[in-house]
């Protein structure tokens, strides 16, 4: 869509337009793959100061010279750093990221096996978050300065201050250990464990599947609390935003031309303000889904949760460097496929940005 | 034009709690509106439009406005309640804005955007809302409104967008228009066609209009009369037939320091004030 | 606009106050005053500042506070319950657990501390150099920037540590490591929108080199609305710290660093569970403290507010 007042030279500037397009297109992709590669850069090299020698670990202690010599040769690292890199790209690419030593499996089918718990997990935590944060900004924002606003203030500071581990022991202490409203950790019970076949990996998706319901409660009653508790962060920072977003487009113009108009406050409120509210909050959500994504670590430490935190986790206490570089270069892929996908929805709610 | 009056203000004064204490932007303003164009001039900051949005119950949270008279009609504009106010926003009385850039939702589009406001005081349906809301634009002279109608606020120009939002503000058909400023963020070019619009307009449908402006000539040849306002205080009410009799000395400076075709001032005057005039 | 002025008193308020000021001097001052006025009037910020108050307090005089030596155990008095000896009990050594509390605040408060100083200046210094000199330093040094903000904040704090081996300088490091970028985004931010202004030109015209001018003239607009980061993040890097001493991977025992005590509390939870809770308790209320302290001077420093 262009510009209504058709000029002589619009020809020329829609031409414009479109090369600018493709050129940022190109730009946004190139940058992606900077990115990427920054991020390999990175884990590569906290790969190689590791004061654990990885040929050593392969060999043992009583391996010969030669042995050793030959194996570190096999293992490509007599090679200059650079190329050890573009090894590591290649293979990278090729998605090896090597043997895991603790499970002996390759990382990847490894990863592949714990993602879903992970994802399953955030999921469920930003869609309580979206549902219980915007309304509460919007409210807050509707009643600056008055209680509501304060509450909502301190519900989203306190949940800016706890330290997540702590709060997620407290939440097993109080709703499973004392009061026993809810299962205890891990994804369902030992004794229904064997049960189930992954089919997607989502607990709560499989079971349903299968159709059997004692099982899917039973995966309710053990995702619900680690997944209230990923909420509430995911709730103050969105509530947090969602409010000051909110504030910033009550101020504008266009609200006013509303009420002129003799448009009813909620309407006001819900469908001019937070249209344009909605902009900037899809960059918030999926900056707090891939936070969730990456901030469920001590989450699933305290709550026995087979998910990627976990995983990458133990791999750390074990020096089982392959999978904690691993786990960490799929999650800064997510993390920058998440921003991705943001800056597609911005684009498709903002007819501003739209071309 | 009849003399039957819509609306009378007397000793209007809207005051502003702010952390640097209060601040008076309207002091004892009076005036009575009939089926005429009223002109409201004066500097930044001298309480016009705060007057103007004072009509429309709209001053901003911290504002407290206290009048000894504000009738519209048979309705008291002191004590409406939130329900009332909104029958007589945009049906009864309306403002254009100073700036379409700002004053247009940028997500929605135009259409949705003058349906909305025909649609919030007239019981029409959906293809009676659409066809209104063609002709409106068509009645602004848009020479395409099918095309305006999809699209949204920024794919427009600045004079289109003014137009936009007059065709929105009198969809609803109201008494009273409130234009605040409507063209000085317009290209001097696109200034008088917006201008001419907005006059004829008003016109056709025999509306009152209330056109606040800082600049006194525009409003002189577009108003019947004109109030001049500074720092609160209406100092002078005059004929815009008689302008150039002026008797208050800012009246008369505001006159003075604007060029003149045919002037042969080496230099403009400066505007002088006096502390004086603000006390009243 | 008439601002019809308050009942004036004479003397330093009037100074102060005044809307013409004398001096650059007295201008900065009632710029200050006002700004402090605002600030009091929130009191929630208030709260937010004697919360890192107490903090600092407490870290300087934490000899004389502590009632017990915080290292010593004593095995006959394991995880006692919270008495008029032991304000919060004992834990599994029998160390008081009041006494730990008040010996960690000086870890908390020297983590953030090491690593504000580390990572703001590095991030104000790239920056600033981005957005002066503009072109190929800017792109290189934003990419680098997005390559550090790509990694989740955590994470790689976590694999730094386990590269580096556990220890508290380590933590600093990888907590530095993580949190620069954010300022070199704002101070960018800031800089880009100062350095067209015609004070810089001006400046420039009379001589000031390159370095001269984001030093003396481009660094000090960024400030403000670093100070605000800076606060509001020493949340983050408390709960972060504290996260790494959890997982066994910040200080080392037996140093009385709070995550780690809420760590060494899990075994107890169901029967003794102050032990975990009361430390934990401690990293909230003081990240609370820097959150309210920050948001305070945000809504005085920083009035956009954006974030």
């Known amino acids: ?355 | 034009m009849t003399n039957e009056t819509l609306l009378s203000v007397k000793n209007l004064a809207i005051t502003f709690s702010t952390s640097k204490g209060p601040v008076h932007a309207v002091r004892g303003v009076s005036f009575d509106l009939g089926r005429e164009r009223l002109g409201i001039v004066g500097e930044s900051g001298s309480g016009k439009s705060q007057t103007g949005r004072a009509i429309l119950g709209l001053t901003a949270a911290n504002g407290k406005i206290t009048a000894d008279q504000m009738q519209f009609h048979d309705l008291d504009l002191r004590n409406l309640s939130k329900r009332d106010w909104r029958k007589v926003r945009g049906a009864r009385i309306s403002m254009i804005m100073q700036d379409p850039k700002y004053s247009l939702n940028p997500v929605m589009t135009i259409g949705d955007q003058i349906i909305e406001a025909y649609r919030e005081h007239h019981k029409v349906n959906a293809t009676e809302a659409k066809r209104g809301a063609l002709d409106m634009l068509a009645a602004v002279k848009i020479r395409d409104p099918e095309r305006v109608f999809n699209s949204y606020p920024h794919e427009v120009s600045g004079g289109m967008g003014q137009r936009v939002m007059i065709a929105m503000m009198l969809i609803p058909d109201p008494e009273i228009l409130i234009a605040d400023e409507p063209t000085s963020a317009l290209d001097v070019t696109v200034q008088l066609q917006v201008m001419a619009i907005l006059d004829d307009l008003v016109r056709e449908r025999g509306m009152a209009l209330v056109f606040i402006s800082h600049d006194l000539h525009l409003v002189s040849s577009f108003c019947d009369r004109v109030l001049v306002m500074y720092q609160g205080h209406v100092v002078e009410e005059i004929r815009a037939s008689e302008l150039d009799q002026a008797k208050h000395p800012y009246t008369q400076g505001l006159l003075n320091c604007l060029p003149k075709m045919d002037g042969n001032h080496a230099e403009l005057p400066v505007l002088t004030r006096e502390a004086s005039w603000a006390e009243a | 606009m008439n601002i019809s002025s308050t009942t004036e008193k004479p003397g330093l308020k009037q100074w102060l106050t005044s809307d013409t000021p004398q001096s650059r001097w007295q201008a900065k001052c009632g710029r200050a005053w006002l700004g402090w006025l605002k600030f009091t009037e929130n009191r929630l910020a208030m709260i937010g500042l004697s919360i890192v108050l107490a903090l600092i307090l407490v870290t300087i005089f934490a000899p004389l506070l502590a009632p017990y030596d915080p290292l010593a155990a004593d095995l006959t008095n394991r995880i006692q319950s919270p008495s008029a000896e032991h304000w919060f009990g004992t834990d599994q050594l029998g160390r008081d657990i009041l006494s730990r509390l008040i010996y960690g605040a000086q870890y908390t408060l020297m983590i953030v501390a090491l690593v504000v100083i580390t990572a703001a200046p590095v991030g104000l210094l790239v920056g600033t150099a981005a957005g002066f000199f503009g072109g190929w330093i800017d792109a290189t040094l934003m990419r680098i920037t997005d390559i550090f903000l790509a990694f989740p904040k955590l994470i790689l704090a976590l694999a730094f540590v386990s590269a580096l081996g556990p220890g508290i300088e380590n933590a600093v490091l990888a907590i530095a490591l993580t949190a620069w970028p954010p300022y070199a985004r704002i101070a960018r931010a800031e800089t880009i929108t100062v350095r067209r202004s015609d004070y810089i030109e001006a400046a420039r015209l009379q001589g000031v080199s390159n370095m001269g001018l984001i030093l003396g003239h481009i660094t000090p607009m960024c400030i403000s609305s670093l100070v605000v980061r800076v606060t509001l993040d020493m949340a983050g890097m408390i709960l972060i710290a504290a996260g790494l001493g959890f997982l066994g991977l910040g200080a080392q025992p037996p140093m009385p660093e709070w995550g780690a005590m809420v760590s060494e509390g899990r075994q107890f939870l169901l029967e003794q569970w102050w032990v975990s809770t009361v430390p934990g308790l401690a990293i909230f209320i003081v990240s609370l403290g820097f959150n309210l302290l920050g948001d305070g001077l945000r809504d005085v420093l920083d009035p956009r507010g954006g974030d």
């Not at chain 1, 869509?1 to 414009?16: E, L, N, P």
């Not at chain 1, 090299?45 to 670990?57: E, Q």
């Not at chain 1, 050890?84 to 030593?101: L, M, P, R």
């Not at chain 1, 900056?287 to 998910?307: D, H, K, Q, R």
């Open chain 1, 1 to 355: 869509m262009f510009a209504v007042t058709r000029k002589a030279s619009d020809g020329r500037k829609r031409a414009r337009l479109f090369s600018r397009t493709g050129a940022s297109l190109v730009r946004i992709v190139f940058s992606l793959l900077i990115t990427f590669i920054g991020l390999l850069l990175v884990t590569f090299l906290i790969g190689r100061v590791l004061p654990i020698d990885p040929v050593l670990a392969a060999v043992g202690d009583h391996a010969s010279e030669q042995v050793y010599q030959r194996v570190k040769e096999e293992m490509g690292l007599n090679l200059p750093l650079w190329q050890q890199f573009f090894v590591y790209i290649s293979n990278v690419v090729q998605g090896d990221f090597g043997t895991s030593v603790l499970t002996s499996n390759p990382v990847l089918e490894d990863i592949k096996r714990v993602f879903p718990a992970t994802l399953e997990l955030a999921t469920l935590a930003t869609i309580i978050g979206v549902f219980l944060g915007v309304p509460a900004g919007v409210f807050a924002a509707i009643n600056k300065g008055k209680w509501p606003d304060h509450i909502v203030r301190i519900i989203g500071l306190a949940g800016y201050s706890m330290p997540i581990f702590w709060l997620g022991l407290m939440g097993l202490l109080v709703f499973y250990l004392k009061l026993d409203w809810v299962a205890g950790p891990g994804r369902l019970d030992a004794f229904y464990v064997d049960f189930i076949e992954p089919t997607t990996g989502l607990m709560l998706v499989d079971t349903l599947i299968e159709g059997d319901m004692d099982l899917f409660w039973n995966a309710v009653s053990h995702i619900i609390l680690p997944a209230s508790i990923l909420a509430y962060f995911s709730l103050a920072y969105i509530a947090r935003m969602t409010r000051s977003f909110m504030l910033e487009q009550l101020s504008q113009e266009y609200i006013l031309t509303a009420r002129v108009k003799g448009i009813s406050e909620t309407r006001i409120i819900w469908r001019h303000a937070l249209g344009n509210v909605m902009v900037p909050l899809v960059t918030v959500i999926a900056l707090s889904y891939a936070n969730l994504l990456e901030g469920s670590v001590l989450t699933e430490i305290i709550f026995a949760w087979p998910g990627l935190g976990l995983y990458i986790t133990n791999s750390l206490l074990n020096a089982d460097m392959n999978a904690v570089l691993g786990g960490t270069v799929v999650v800064g892929a997510v993390f920058i496929g998440v921003n991705m996908l943001s800056d597609v929805l911005y684009r498709l709610l903002d007819p501003r940005a739209r071309r």
